[in-house]
């Protein structure tokens, strides 16, 4: 009954952009820090961007910064992701996962990390 389920993903050409939502099923996100990372074959687990729960900071990965934006609509029990400037190397599988007491720079930055939930992933392809 608890999950996170994401969508979102698909087919786009190099120089497009993608939304990537996030929502739970079950419980409230408004008290979780809530995280984007991805995985492509062959590659290591990266976080993308993480977003607090409540003081509005945010954590984004050097690749992406200036390109992708995170943001949660607590009402909607929902975070997104826009993806804009895609690039072939951002192709992967993007999960989103939700940890109840942790900041955003450790989320996104420890590997392997401990989350509470994490989504099944939806898959983006950046292709021309």
């Known amino acids: 009954q608890l999950q996170l389920v994401e969508s979102g993903g698909g087919l786009v050409q190099p120089g497009g952009s993608l939304r990537l939502s996030c929502a739970a099923s079950?419980?409230?996100?408004?008290?979780?820090?809530i995280g984007w990372f991805r995985q492509a074959p062959g590659k290591e687990h990266e976080g993308v961007s993480c977003?607090?729960?409540?003081?509005?900071?945010?954590y984004y990965a050097d690749s992406v910064k200036g390109r992708f934006t995170i943001s949660r609509d607590n009402a909607k029990n929902t975070v997104y992701l826009q993806m804009n400037s895609l690039k072939p190397e951002d192709t992967a599988v993007y999960y989103c996962?939700?940890?109840?007491?942790?900041?955003?720079?450790?989320?996104?930055?420890?590997?392997?990390?401990?989350?509470?939930?994490w989504g099944k992933g939806t898959l983006v392809t950046v292709s021309s």
């Open positions: 996962a939700a940890d109840r007491f942790v900041t955003v720079q450790p989320m996104c930055s420890i590997p392997g990390y401990a989350m509470d939930y």
């Open positions: 079950g419980f409230s996100l408004d008290y979780y820090t």
């Open positions: 977003i607090s729960s409540s003081d509005g900071s945010t």
